[in-house]
């Protein structure tokens, strides 16, 4: 690469900060706050979808159950920040309390599944899935402590001091409501993990991971502890999971076990897997289509009732035929995701084009 | 022969498979700075017994020592960061790694970066990561793999795909590399230079076991070679010797004389 290159790579990233940063006031401009606070889920998503793809896109470790990992992060966060059990502590403790919560979790699901591959072990980590969000259902007696199906209400906002995300502000005459803090904030956190991922994926962890997912059999006989290292891919997998939980519950001030089904948890393997299992940048594509175009959707009802006078198809419905469709015509189209890993594409191209240059020459 | 110069010992191994005894009472001892040759017909139970010396299979019984440490019931990870590396009959390459990633691999057993060296990216872990890139290239270029380095695994041609098992399995910085089959479906130019490699392998101090069909190549370069049947040792010593013994005729060729 030279200096020219560098330079322009340098503009285009600047261009791209600044484009993030304006993002909550175009959008508000544009398309109206409704498409704020998509964003701001979005960017959750991101967060869910990156931690999910260490588990599935690197280890190759199959788990149906992610969401719950999501929901432990959250209840984590609920509780100890809330009047239900009347507890306030500071986000700054609750966020990394909810990442650890959350990897003790990833290994007690980690541990009795290591001998177990593909189907069975979607089977088991969809059960733990579930478990965890009946407990959530379930533990308001005899003693309440998850307020049942109810819920938590009342969680703090993310709070420094007096500052409180909740609140709107003003600062060189833009108007930060609730939705614009946290935007910033998820941004932060959302490049946060994606630096984290992009690290993980170049290092010894990272190899090893693809590794196992390669050839689990060859990865022990190369010294790898396999082992261990599922163990910490659910670990890892799991702290995103957890954070974005606790992000989540302060966001909604409020949180019940019906935000943690596992429709969840496979829409954000379908953010994983179309977007392109194991490439960061796929993943992160695949996060953001899948949350913005159901939202999208929702302007179809309208717009038959302004062209036909009547609604012809339910918005929802025709949100779960187009998804089921585009997941056909990728299976059948792309099946490494819209954006593959570069270990597929790319470098297989340029090397096949050196080779026939040689074989020409 | 003194003690100092084993480096691997199998003393009384025995693996059955339900009512198949795959191995029965098989012991070899493998010395510093020698190739040592395993053969016998298909079935003899020599891939059986590289999966029990390399921690895949546990034995039912019998003893494996290794460079003076007892490895009995050890898992791969540990038999590898023993010192003992090997390569598959039938190639089980990362396909979905390039070559360089592959042999990159390879030096996990020997590196120690962790999550927070790796996400902070410390001075010390990409000091490591420069030393994993720089010996996977050497190592590459050793084998004879140097312009393949960006290619799949998979998409590689069936020699370099063995070549490439060999520099993976030279990443872990074995004492004792243990190769099945390296030259099965190889052409006579391609098993030459295989031959090459080996014997520069062996020049660079790692003892070699080598379980291969190719007679010539086998015999040729082994210092001493074990013959299974049956899941027994039916002979063990020179080549010369062994090519002599009536009964490993009898178990290869049914009493006919090379």
Known sequence: MNATQTRWRWLLWVAVALLLLAAPFLIEATLGRAWVRIADVALLFIMLALGLNIVVGFAGLLDLGYIAFFAVGAYCYALLASPQLAIHWPFLVLLPLGAMVAAVFGILLGAPTLRLRGDYL???????????????????RPV???????????????????????????????TFTALHSYYFVFLACAVVSIIISRRLE?????????????????????????????????????????????LFASFQGFISPESFHLIDSIMVLCMVVLGGMGNVAGVVLGAVLLTAL???????????QRWFGEVFIDPSDLRMLLFGLALVLMMLFRPSGIWPARRRTAENVTERMTEKRHASG | ???????????????????LAAL????????????????????????????????????????????????TGSKPHRVARQG???????????????????????????????????????????????????????????????????????????????????ARA?????????????????????????????????????????????????????????VLDYGEKIAEGEPAAVQRDPKVIAAYLGGTVV
């Open chain 2, 24 to 71: 029965t009472d098989v012991s070899i001892s493998v010395r510093r700075g020698e190739i040592f040759g395993l053969i016998g017909p298909n079935g003899a139970g020599k891939t059986t017994l590289f999966n029990v010396l390399t921690g895949l299979y546990a034995a039912d019984a019998g003893e494996l020592a290794f460079d003076g440490q007892t490895i």
């Open chain 2, 1 to 19: 022969m003194q003690a100092a110069d084993i480096l691997l010992a199998a003393t009384g191994i025995s693996k059955h498979f339900g009512g």
């Open chain 1, 202 to 246: 170049d290092s010894r962890i990272g190899r090893a991971w693809v590794a196992i997912r390669e050839d689990e059999l060859a990865a022990a006989s190369m010294g790898i502890n396999t082992r261990n290292m599922k163990l910490l891919a659910f670990a890892m997998g799991a702290t995103f999971g957890g954070v974005a939980g606790g």
């Open chain 2, 170 to 226: 030279l990443a872990t910085e074995p004492k004792l590399l243990a190769l099945d089959e390296p030259a099965a479906g190889m052409n006579a130019t391609e098993t030459a230079t295989l031959r090459k490699l080996l014997e520069r392998i062996l020049a660079g101090g790692v003892a070699l076991l080598l379980i291969e069909h190719d007679m010539k190549l086998v015999m040729g370069l082994s210092h001493r070679v074990a």
């Open chain 2, 84 to 166: 003992i590396a090997r390569t598959f009959q039938n190639i089980r390459l990362f396909g979905g790694m390039t070559a360089l990633e592959n042999v990159m691999v390879g030096r996990h057993v020997r590196t120690r970066t962790g999550v927070l060296g790796a996400v902070l990216r410390t001075r010390g872990a990409a000091a490591e990561e420069r030393a994993i890139t720089r010996r996977a290239r050497e190592l590459l270029d050793y084998c004879g793999l140097a312009a393949r380095a960006g290619t799949l695994a998979r998409d590689l041609p069936y020699g370099d795909q063995r070549r490439l098992e060999i």
């Open chain 1, 122 to 140: 979607a089977i088991v980590t969809l059960g733990f899935g579930e478990i965890i969000r009946v407990l959530l259902n379930n533990l308001n």
């Open chain 1, 144 to 174: 309440n402590i998850t307020n049942g199906p109810q819920g938590i209400t009342l969680i703090d906002p993310l709070q420094i001091g007096g500052f409180s995300l909740a609140q709107t502000h003003s600062f060189a005459g833009l």
């Open chain 1, 294 to 304: 159901p939202e999208a959707l929702r302007y179809i009802g309208p717009l038959q």
